[in-house]
């Protein structure tokens, strides 16, 4: 019996957490006839109508073009952030550069809102020709993906035993060569934890790519928004839901495959020793 109503909690935990999403989906799958008849959840002549009109290309909307540039920018926002921060946290946690100092002041930096780093960016990547490039789009992704990745590997790091670096030391290996062949390996599935989160974060941000792009760069999440106006000022409820379905597929699709290497890099310094 206790398990039964253990389950039932969760099954409406699970309802209450995932339903904006539930109704989003069930909104995609109804036709414009339907959704101003029928608000509830229960599809009655399900239809594709919506996905064909996001996945139909012109001139003005092109949904593939938008998956194409979050998946070039986000890879380069999240392997940029974490090739940073890897030798940074290695610094910070061994050698106590700045671990009182310089991390507390990178971290504090995602409490600030990002609107206030809009301008200077923007007048700097147009004075750079960055401005609508998917470059321009991963480096800022990357500054933005930093702190995260940066708290993931210092905590990783510290996990791993002094030991290690001091018998590679007698055996000759370097900083580096203790970094890469030591510390990297061990630390893979926090490695994996901050990529994963990384792509994540840098796939679903918005402001810098409404900010920063026009056309040729636009991501997912703002080109989004561009399929949602109808012709006479109304919004295609339906079109809209499926533009978003289609958005979050990837970062959702990207966590429950890798859930198990997530959730085994967040415990494994709490079952530490």
Do not use: H
């Amino acid at each position: 019996m206790l398990n039964l109503v253990r389950w039932i909690v969760f099954a409406l935990a699970a309802f209450a957490m995932n339903f904006p999403v539930i109704v989003t989906l069930v909104t995609s799958f109804k036709s414009a006839r339907e959704l101003s008849t029928n608000p509830g959840l229960l599809v009655k002549a399900p239809t594709l109508e919506s996905y064909l009109a996001v996945l139909q290309v012109s001139e003005r909307l092109n949904i593939f073009l938008y998956l194409a540039n979050s998946l070039i920018a986000a890879a380069i926002g999240t392997g940029i952030a974490v090739l940073l921060a890897l030798p940074t946290a290695y610094a910070m946690v061994r050698g106590r550069f700045g671990e009182r100092t310089l991390l507390p002041l990178i971290v504090n930096l995602r409490a600030v809102p990002l609107i206030i780093f809009a301008i200077p960016i923007y007048m700097m990547f147009q004075w750079l020709n960055l401005l609508d490039t998917r470059l321009g789009l991963g480096l800022v992704l990357a500054v933005v993906n930093v702190p995260l990745v940066l708290v993931i590997l210092v905590n990783a790091i510290s996990d791993v035993p002094v030991d290690l670096d001091e018998a590679a030391r007698m055996d000759g290996a370097s900083r580096t060569g203790i970094l890469l062949r030591i510390i990297a390996p061990v630390c893979r599935p926090a490695i994996a934890t901050s990529l994963i989160f990384g792509f994540i974060t840098a796939w679903n941000e918005f402001l810098f790519g409404l900010i920063l792009t026009t056309s040729k760069a636009v991501p997912v999440t703002v080109g989004a928004s561009f399929f949602f106006a109808t012709s006479a000022g109304g919004v295609q409820w339906g079109v809209a839901a499926a533009v978003m379905m289609i958005g979050a597929l990837p970062p959702m699709l990207l966590g429950l495959v890798m859930y198990r290497k997530i959730s085994s890099s967040m415990i494994g310094g709490a079952v530490k020793g």
